[in-house]
């Protein structure tokens, strides 16, 4: 039987690159659970979207994230990504 989570995918990547901003892609696969490629196209959808921007620095990339924006699916658009993310102790509450 596969094991489900409340959170998806891209609300893991979020909640390591709050907790780390500096985080490598391979660390993000790792402690999310998922591929390095997948890791990839999460991070790339998420700065497409503007919940992340991405500065290179270096050899290593830096992310900096936008706690303001809302969340996307229409149930919770009244709550804000910061407010998850400080329910789940990742950062302060907003």
Sequence with gaps: MAAWTFLTNHAHVLLCVSQDPGMRLRDIAVEVGITERAAQRI???????????????????????????????PLERHHKIGELLGALGSIDRE
């Design 43 to 73: 991070i790339a959808e998420l700065v497409a979207d503007g919940y992340l921007t991405r500065q290179r620095d270096g050899r290593r990339n830096s992310y900096q994230l936008y706690p303001e924006l809302p969340l996307r699916h």
